[in-house]
Nanobody, 124 residues
Framework: QVQLAESGGGLVQAGGSLRLSCVAS????????MGWFRQAPGKEREFVAA????????YYANSVKGRFTISRDAAMNTQYLQMNSLKPEDTAVYYC?????????????????WGQGTQVTVSS
């Protein structure tokens, strides 16, 4: 079992920045990719970004490419999502997820563990 805990959400004005963190605990000695997903009110959950188990490869949704950066600190079992140039349409609950194994997916159904989510609100 892997437990995930997100932090760093909040309220920010359009154009501002936030950094989300996700700490993994439990069975963290396995190889696992990590990702971020988000869900806005009345909308389906969508992929935001993912990083491979080695940290060598990253993947982004077109809507955040160039504005968001995903990274991970293997020693700290932590991943980060640096969000710059935030827009009101980025408002959502952001979820951290872990996928056991060496494959990095952009589909939520492939992820094995999920955090509780952290709210990000961008005001116009």
């Amino acid at each position: 079992q892997v437990q995930l805990a997100e932090s760093g959400g909040g309220l920010v004005q359009a154009g501002g920045s936030l950094r989300l963190s996700c700490v993994a605990s439990g069975r963290t000695n396995s190889r696992y990719a990590m990702g971020w997903f988000r869900q806005a009110p009345g909308k389906e959950r969508e992929f935001v970004a993912a990083i491979s188990w080695s940290g060598d490869s990253t993947y982004y949704a077109n809507s955040v490419k160039g504005r968001f950066t995903i990274s991970r600190d293997a020693a700290m079992n932590t991943q980060y999502l640096q969000m710059n140039s935030l827009k009101p349409e980025d408002t959502a609950v952001y979820y951290c997820a872990a996928q056991i194994g060496i494959i990095t997916s952009t589909f939520g159904k492939d992820y094995d563990y999920w955090g509780q989510g952290t709210q990000v609100t961008v005001s116009s």
